[in-house]
């Protein structure tokens, strides 16, 4: 409690000396709450994550080529035939049908079937009942042949949903930095007005002296009126920054809502301002991580993987087609139905063929253009992958530099704020004993500002630039201790 009262009391403060939140409520958020409202509230987050669900589907849909598929039919025919001399020849039949295909994965074919056939009328025939049962299958021997090639759509599709996992993962680090960006730029917003609150009420306080001095006879009008112009250019100043506060809010607003409107007439109020602390910085054990976890290159490396794929089946469509194709049945045939069924449950009338098919396509343009175009397809992605991976070796190299300059700036703007502050007082000092004007000391106050404008600055640029570093290597959500959990 006593942490957050000393975190909360300079902006409360910040409210007694601007107005800043006067007629709005003022909405006190922790970093951590941001990041939890842009997961659950974010309307790209909430789009991308129905993706990986879409793909799971198409690995489903994909793994539907070896579902069998069940057939039935039933046909009943009448006929009536005409005859010289005798009467009309009449005759019916009922035929029922049953099948069974489907695939296995090394790319055969399988077709299970039975068909009866029912006679009567005034046709005389010997058999009443006939009909036959069997299987055939055809396995492919060359194209077609083996699981790497038939279950090809599946690891595209599994493929697929690695990536959009990956992608996902991706748009959600890209939110958690930039609401964290946010949030540290509406602390720096924050901060500046209030510097430039204090620098004004500064120049309106030297205003107020030079006037009296005046009334006495120690200053001349021109004093009073440098101050007066002091109050009015800081005046703007901070209406400007004030500005910048609500711009920044609705930049953290719109991450974090569902609704802008949620939190219209609302001042949302940081609590958690960063604090400056050396961190040990390494860049190659940075870029090592970063190859490791990068979400996109981790996508660019499955959709690698993918490609080849698409490369070694149409690779195999190359080649022509030989098929083994055998079958094998039982006929059966009866004046009555017990007869004809226990004809064809017995081996006796069996039926059964083997052969080879051969197909050539000639010329096979078709195919070589597909092998082609994907093979180069493979070579571009590789290509692609090498220069993502030379971009995060320099994004890493990069957002270490900048935390190490960063750090350094912090240091050296806190002391141009310390020189700052020591220059004002000595000038002050010197105007109490008349050996300065009130031009020098407004100088050395829009000094003193602007040396503290950037030194917030720089406290922000580099909580900023952890930011980004953690972005580069890809562990912002371990960082925040964020883990995602994607539905099937």
């Known amino acids: 409690?006593?942490?957050?009262?000393?975190?909360?009391?300079?902006?409360?403060?910040?409210?007694?000396?601007?107005?800043?939140?006067?007629?709005?409520?003022?909405?006190?958020?922790?970093?951590?709450?941001?990041?939890?409202?842009?997961?659950?509230?974010?309307?790209?987050?909430?789009?991308?994550?129905?993706?990986?669900?879409?793909?799971?589907?198409?690995?489903?849909?994909?793994?539907?080529?070896?579902?069998?598929?069940?057939?039935?039919?039933?046909?009943?025919?009448?006929?009536?035939?005409?005859?010289?001399?005798?009467?009309?020849?009449?005759?019916?039949?009922?035929?029922?049908?049953?099948?069974?295909?489907?695939?296995?994965?090394?790319?055969?074919?399988?077709?299970?079937?039975?068909?009866?056939?029912?006679?009567s009328g005034n046709v005389v025939t010997n058999f009443l009942y006939t009909g036959q049962a069997g299987v055939s299958v055809t396995q492919p021997l060359w194209k077609n042949f083996g699981l790497g090639v038939n279950a090809a759509t599946i690891r595209i599709a599994r493929k697929s949903k690695a990536i959009a996992v990956q992608n996902f993962i991706q748009l959600v680090m890209t939110k958690v930095s930039a609401v964290s960006t946010a949030y540290y730029e509406l602390i720096f917003a924050i901060e500046d007005h209030?510097?430039?609150?204090?620098?004004?009420?500064?120049?309106?306080?030297?205003?107020?002296?030079?006037?009296?001095?005046?009334?006495?006879?120690?200053?001349?009008?021109?004093?009073?009126?440098?101050?007066?112009?002091?109050?009015?250019?800081?005046?703007?100043?901070?209406?400007?920054?004030?500005?910048?506060?609500?711009?920044?809010?609705?930049t953290l607003k719109r991450l974090i809502c569902r609704e802008v409107s949620e939190f219209r007439g609302t001042s949302l109020l940081p609590v958690d301002y960063p604090l400056v602390q050396m961190i040990q910085t390494d860049t190659t054990e940075s870029t090592r991580t970063a190859l490791v976890r990068r979400p996109d290159y981790l996508s660019a490396k499955e959709a690698l993987e993918k490609q080849n794929i698409v490369v070694q089946f149409n690779r195999n469509q190359l080649w022509p087609e030989i098929d083994l194709q055998g079958s094998y049945g039982l006929n059966g045939r009866g004046r009555s139905f017990s007869s004809y069924t226990a004809n064809q449950t017995t081996d006796d009338s069996p039926v059964w063929s083997v052969g080879i098919a051969v197909s050539i396509p000639i010329g096979n343009r078709q195919a070589r253009s597909n092998y082609h175009v994907a093979r180069l397809d493979a070579d571009q992605l590789l290509l692609n992958l090498k220069a993502l991976e030379q971009d995060i070796i320099v994004q890493v190299d990069n957002a270490v530099g900048h935390v190490e300059a960063n750090l350094e700036s912090v240091k050296a703007t806190h002391e141009a704020t310390r020189l700052a502050q020591e220059s004002l007082d000595a000038e002050k000092k010197k105007l109490l004993a008349g050996t300065s004007t009130t031009f020098l000391v407004l100088q050395a106050q829009a000094q003193l500002a602007t040396a503290r404008s950037a030194e917030i600055r720089a406290r922000s640029d580099y909580s900023e630039s952890l930011v980004a570093l953690d972005q580069a290597e890809g562990t912002i959500l371990s960082k925040n201790n964020i883990t995602l959990k994607l539905d099937d």
Do not use: H
């Open 1 to 119: 409690m006593n942490k957050f009262l000393c975190i909360l009391a300079p902006a409360i403060l910040l409210v007694e000396l601007t107005g800043y939140g006067e007629t709005n409520q003022l909405k006190a958020l922790p970093l951590r709450e941001c990041v939890e409202r842009a997961l659950a509230n974010n309307i790209e987050i909430r789009a991308e994550r129905i993706n990986p669900s879409i793909q799971t589907w198409g690995i489903t849909g994909a793994q539907g080529v070896y579902d069998p598929v069940l057939t039935g039919a039933l046909r009943y025919q009448d006929s009536t035939t005409p005859q010289d001399s005798l009467p009309y020849q009449t005759q019916q039949t009922l035929q029922p049908s049953l099948g069974l295909a489907g695939k296995l994965p090394t790319g055969a074919t399988y077709d299970f079937s039975a068909n009866d056939t029912r006679t």
């Open 194 to 250: 209030k510097a430039k609150v204090e620098d004004l009420n500064q120049a309106k306080q030297l205003l107020a002296e030079d006037q009296r001095r005046v009334q006495v006879g120690v200053l001349t009008p021109l004093d009073v009126t440098q101050a007066e112009a002091g109050v009015a250019e800081r005046q703007q100043v901070v209406i400007l920054a004030a500005r910048t506060i609500k711009d920044n809010e609705n």
